[in-house]
């Protein structure tokens, strides 16, 4: 993570937020699978179901 980046997408919030970074899109594989659909589903459900809601 690069920790000189703004994080400002959770300030000033008033109900609960995460950021979540799941990938790099500029690395050889982690590209490939944002590029996809399937791995995008996946990394969607896992996401929903680890926060707690599964829909």
């Known amino acids: 993570m690069n920790r000189g980046r703004s994080r400002s ?10 950021l ?9 594989v982690d590209g490939l699978n944002l590029r996809e ?3 995008l ?7 929903a179901w680890g926060s707690g809601s599964p829909s």
């Open 9 to 18: 997408v959770r300030r000033g919030r008033r109900v609960p937020a995460a």
């Open 20 to 28: 979540m970074e799941v990938g790099d899109a500029t690395h050889p």
């Open 37 to 39: 659909s399937n791995p």
């Open 41 to 47: 589903d996946r990394l969607a459900l896992g996401l």
